[in-house]
């Protein structure tokens, strides 16, 4: 247990849909992230929040929506998905963004999405 | 493009035996390294790092080898145990990013 939690783990959504990944953090962190992980590939960075505000997007296509209402919530909000997106999603947490990447980034398990 | 690269994607070990994973980065920019261990099922945690003004960081059974010259970095875990099974990621990142550039991942399986 990381202390950062993900809902649903596992999610299975039609091309049409619109459905959101929840993340929540229990360790009084300010910099949320969202990555994605595509079978045998990187995890690639997609957004990063410092304090609620978006500080970084890594060129994530639009029908990826990101929102932070707080410092211990982290949503990824989806609609009109690609089968392509189907993937590993995970949220993770650190103190800080801190330069020198030594503010340890703690994650959640992960939700497992498929797109049909 | 891959700044981090773990070339292995398997590594079978006996238990009780030494087990090496490889990372190489391109980017001279890095500074601080790190390895995440991942279960399945599981998100990848934490396991130990390194700052580029060290060449080694020991933490029990693991140990992290970083060669500057070579852009290259080792974990070694003495003695493999069958726990150790799972995916090890190795990442990197500079000064004043924020941003973990991870490898692919090696999967290491450690036998009975």
């Known amino acids: 247990e990381t202390g950062v939690t993900q809902t649903p783990r596992h999610l299975v959504m039609g091309m049409t849909n619109k459905k959101s990944l929840k993340c929540e953090q229990h360790?009084?962190?300010?910099?949320m992230y969202w990555y994605k992980q595509s079978a045998k590939k990187p995890l690639e960075l997609m957004f990063v929040?410092?304090?609620?505000?978006?500080?970084e997007n890594n060129s994530v296509p639009s029908r990826f929506s990101p929102e932070c209402p707080n410092s211990s919530h982290l949503f990824l909000h989806l609609h009109t998905l690609q089968p392509e997106d189907s993937a590993l999603y995970l949220c993770?947490?650190?103190?800080?963004?801190?330069?020198?990447?030594?503010?340890?980034?703690?994650f959640g398990p992960g939700t497992r999405l498929l797109v049909l | 493009d891959q700044q981090v690269k773990q070339n292995s994607p398997s590594l079978s070990v006996q238990e009780g035996r030494i087990s090496i994973l490889n990372c190489d980065y391109t980017?001279?920019?890095?500074?601080?390294f790190l390895w995440y261990k991942k279960y399945p099922a599981e998100g990848p945690t934490f396991l130990i790092s390194i700052s580029s003004i060290k060449d080694k960081n020991e933490d029990g059974r693991f140990t992290v080898f970083l060669n500057k010259s070579a852009k290259h970095l080792s974990l070694h875990i003495v003695p493999s145990q069958p726990g150790d099974s799972a995916v090890y990621f190795c990442?990197?990142?500079?000064?004043?990013?924020?941003?973990?550039?991870f490898g692919a991942g090696t999967t290491v399986t450690v036998r009975a």
């Open positions: 929040y410092s304090l609620e505000e978006r500080v």
């Open positions: 360790l009084g962190h300010n910099a």
């Open positions: 990442a990197a990142t500079g000064r004043n990013d924020y941003k973990l550039s």
């Open positions: 993770a947490s650190s103190r800080s963004p801190a330069g020198g990447g030594e503010e340890t980034q703690y």
């Open positions: 980017n001279s920019m890095f500074d601080y």
